[in-house]
């Protein structure tokens, strides 16, 4: 694991009228995660809306995530402290010392942080340019390598879609794909 210091926050932002910066490819096969996995992200979704849900998708280091880790979204507080214009509709914030702990115990365990998860509400399932920034270093490379990204969107209150972004070193850029539940 990381050092403290060089431990990254996750965070992001969708904001209406920004146009997606990655969506999914019709051309990739679906991504294909458990039905239980699907149906807990998706309640979480629920829950929060109007609000973004946010949290990890965990599991061993091969193969396909397993488990869900919920966090509490603090965009809140970011806005209330004056650190962000967003507030938590259309943004969300990882405590960084509970995702730390959060890791330590996936790692002692055998597993890791697989993707990170969050929802677009009243929006799609895309990558936004606020999200792809978040997410790629100064030197444009992914802050968690080899960690995914899974984007649920919610409107109104139903899941209408989610998509699941990876990154591809040979194109130096996320790749999408929908998301399909396992048979």
Known sequence: MQDREELPAIHSAHVEGDPPEVV????QPPFVLGRSLLAE???HARECYPEECCGILTGPPEGLPSG???????????????????DARSAFWIDVAELQRTIRALEDGGYRMRAVYHSHTDG?????????RAALGPDGLPLWPDVGHLVVSVQAGT??????????????????RRVREEP
């Open 24 to 27: 999914p490819d019709p051309l």
């Open 41 to 43: 992200v998706y309640e």
């Open 68 to 86: 869900v880790t919920r966090f509490a979204n603090l965009q809140n507080r970011q806005h209330a402290a004056g650190h962000s214009d967003l």
């Open 124 to 132: 799609g399932a895309y990558l936004s340019h606020t999200d792809v």
């Open 159 to 176: 899941v209408r879609e989610a998509a699941y972004f990876e990154w591809d070193g040979d194109r130096r850029a996320f790749v999408g």
